[in-house]
Nanobody, 123 residues
Framework: VQLQASGGGLVQAGGSLRISCAAS????????MGWFRQAPGQEREFVAA???????SVYAGSVKGRFTISRDNAKNTYLQMNSLKPEDTALYFC??????????????????WGRGTLVTVSS
């Protein structure tokens, strides 16, 4: 499994940004895609997760109502981020695990990770 995150950049507070994760190297038919982030000097934390079908998703409380996770018919997963705040500044990682959305918030349950894409929100 190979995951490639992209689309990070610099955006002003209140702005929007969409980051993407392209999956390859595996026959994907089910499982869960997750987004996690790590701010400078902090531990990596859960952001959002979605089933491979795209029918179910779950969010961290800090981003609920501002971020939307989605998938397309190919192997791409997106994170639309609106109303961005300086505290959203972080390196964003996508990850994949087989199974259901249960434990979708637990990063230790994800064996496959992509390299991060940096999102910087200026005040």
């Amino acid at each position: 499994v190979q995951l490639q995150a992209s689309g990070g950049g610099l955006v002003q507070a209140g702005g929007s940004l969409r980051i993407s994760c392209a999956a390859s190297g595996w026959y994907f038919s089910s499982g869960v895609m997750g987004w996690f982030r790590q701010a400078p000097g902090q531990e990596r934390e859960f952001v959002a997760a979605i089933t491979w079908s795209g029918r179910s998703s779950v969010y961290a409380g800090s981003v609920k109502g501002r971020f939307t996770i989605s998938r397309d018919n190919a192997k791409n997963t997106y994170l639309q981020m609106n109303s961005l705040k300086p505290e959203d500044t972080a390196l964003y990682f996508c990850a994949y695990r087989e199974g259901t959305l249960n434990y979708g918030k637990e990063q230790d349950r994800y064996p496959w990770w992509g390299r991060g894409t940096l999102v910087t929100v200026s005040s």
